[in-house]
Each structure stands twice: as structure tokens, then as C-alpha cells.
């Protein structure tokens, strides 16, 4: 069964905006493709909804990105040699970043295994409500400043370890990993800068799982439906997009503790609907 043409650019929205808010987009697809009676995999569907996600991440991190890779070429030219000064901070924020990845990496490798549970609303439920108390414990706790300049090894792996919780089904990646910065004192809009890059590269492990998802079977896609799966990805990318902005709003004013409340919420919901399918 297909989706509709309402039904994908529904799917696109919701997928790019839940992959920035911290309620898990994999949860809610999951929720929403089981509520409206699909089964099996729409591989091609997933490859481009993924790639309108990719493209509004890396829209988003360009700058930061910019900045790093300069910073980076800089530091290998001799000190007397440099016509600017060497940006510390984003040299030291690409070594953030690095370290931050090392979990998220061998998070994406475990994946496979992990998979096998997204089909369970049962485990998605438990996950759920873990991750709306990963959600509400910052809140009771110190706001704090600190940056890549202040952050030992082991705390920046711990954030990492954050978004590498993500392969489970009802795990956040920006909300795991901006929590445990928020623990580790980080200052709530730089640890969303820096989960927002996590995530685009995490972005690039759930394409490559697509693509090998699509190499193993196809089947016949019709002119209709490749038009709808794109308008699908045109609609993930603008979600993304709006997602961004509403978590910097977000940041700087109230925190995430009320996606707590959310999670907990879709979660009784998901065991409801689980009882009554």
C-alpha cells in the first residue's frame, strides 16, 4: 500500500520536523505509517525524506562547518606565516565534534541489530518514556556556560553517547544529546549547535541504510508516486527547517522539559493503540 498524496507530504513534514524536536521522528513514523495501515517498507520514500532532512541540516551547519574546515587549514601553516589569527574556538569545537561522533558512529553500526524493534510499539512505548525522562531531569539542575574550550574528552563522548541512543525506537538524538550537555553544564543553545551537527551526520548514517535498503528490492514505482515521494522530501526539508528555528526558540526561553510531558503522553497513547490493534 502507498501513501496518498496528503498522507506523504504529511509524512515528509512530520519527519523532518520530529528529527530536530526531541520526541523521535523514527517513533512517530513508525505510529503514524501503522495507523494508517501500511505495511511493509517504502525504501525509496525513506531515501528522500532522509535526503530533504540532509540538505536542511547541512544548510543549517554550513557556517559552522566553514568555519572548522578554516580553522583546521590555518592551524597547519606556521605560526609567523598565518596572514588572520588561528579561531581557537572552532578549532576546538571540530575536536568537540570529533569525539562526539566516535559513539554516534559505532551507535549507527549496532543499528541493524537494533532495528528489529521498531516494529514493536511495546519497546517503542518503554523508550518513549525513557526519553522523556532523559528530557525532564535537566531542569533540575544549574544552567550552565561552558563550550568546547572548558569540556574534557569524556564529556563530549557522553554527548555523543547521547545522540547514539537514537538507533532505539522512542530515543531523540538532539534531545539525548543536548541533555546530557545540559548535565555537563553546557549552554543550551551551544549544545543545540552542536547536536545539530551530530545529527547531520547521523543524518548520513540512516541515508546509507536507505540506499542499501533500496538496493535490495524496489520494485515498480510509478511517474505519481515518485512525484509524490518528492513532494514528500520537499515537505521533510521545510519541516527541518521550521524545526530549527523552534528549537533555538526554544533554547534561549524555555528549555525542553515540556517535551517531557509530550513523550510520556504519545507514550500511554502508543500502549493504547498497541492493546487495540
Not at 513514523?29 to 495501515?37: A, Q, R, S
Not at 525506537?169 to 538532539?174: E, F, K, L, Q, T
Not at 534561549?252 to 502508543?270: D, M
Amino acid at each position: 500500500m502507498e501513501l496518498n498524496w496528503l498522507e506523504s507530504v504529511l509524512f515528509g513534514f512530520l519527519s523532518g520536523f520530529l528529527d530536530i524536536v526531541p520526541v523521535s521522528a523514527q517513533a512517530h513514523k513508525v505510529m503514524m505509517l501503522k495507523f494508517i495501515g501500511v505495511k511493509g517498507d517504502l525504501p525509496l520514500l525513506y531515501l528522500l525524506v532522509d535526503l530533504g532532512v540532509f540538505a536542511a541540516l547541512y544548510l543549517n551547519c554550513q557556517g559552522q562547518i566553514v568555519r572548522m574546515n578554516r580553522a583546521r587549514a590555518l592551524s597547519h601553516v606556521p605560526k609567523k606565516k598565518r596572514r588572520r589569527p588561528l579561531d581557537v574556538r572552532s578549532l576546538m569545537d571540530l575536536s568537540l565534534l570529533r569525539t562526539m561522533l566516535v559513539p554516534v558512529i559505532l551507535g549507527l553500526f549496532l543499528y541493524q541489530y537494533t532495528s528489529v524493534w521498531n516494529d514493536n510499539l511495546l519497546w517503542i512505548v518503554i523508550f518513549l518514556f525513557i526519553n522523556g525522562i532523559i528530557l525532564y531531569v535537566p531542569q533540575f539542575l544549574p544552567s550552565g556556560n561552558r563550550d568546547s574550550r572548558t569540556l574534557s574528552r569524556v564529556e563530549g563522548l557522553l554527548v555523543g553517547l547521547g545522540g547514539a541512543a537514537s538507533i532505539l525506537p522512542g530515543i531523540s538524538a538532539v534531545g539525548a544529546a543536548t541533555s546530557v550537555g545540559s548535565v555537563c553544564g553546557i549552554e543550551r543553545s551551544y549544545a543545540l549547535d552542536m547536536a545539530l551537527l551530530m545529527n547531520l551526520f547521523l543524518s548520513v548514517g540512516w541515508i546509507v541504510y536507505d540506499v542499501i535498503a533500496l538496493s535490495a528490492g524496489l520494485g515498480m514505482v510509478s511517474f505519481g508516486i515518485l512525484v509524490r515521494y518528492l513532494l514528500a522530501a520537499a515537505a521533510a526539508f521545510g519541516g527541518t527547517v521550521l524545526g530549527i528555528r523552534f528549537m533555538r526558540y526554544m533554547a534561549a526561553h524555555h528549555g525542553y522539559a515540556v517535551f517531557a510531558f509530550y513523550c510520556w503522553g504519545i507514550a500511554l497513547f502508543t500502549f493504547i493503540f498497541n492493546l487495540m490493534a
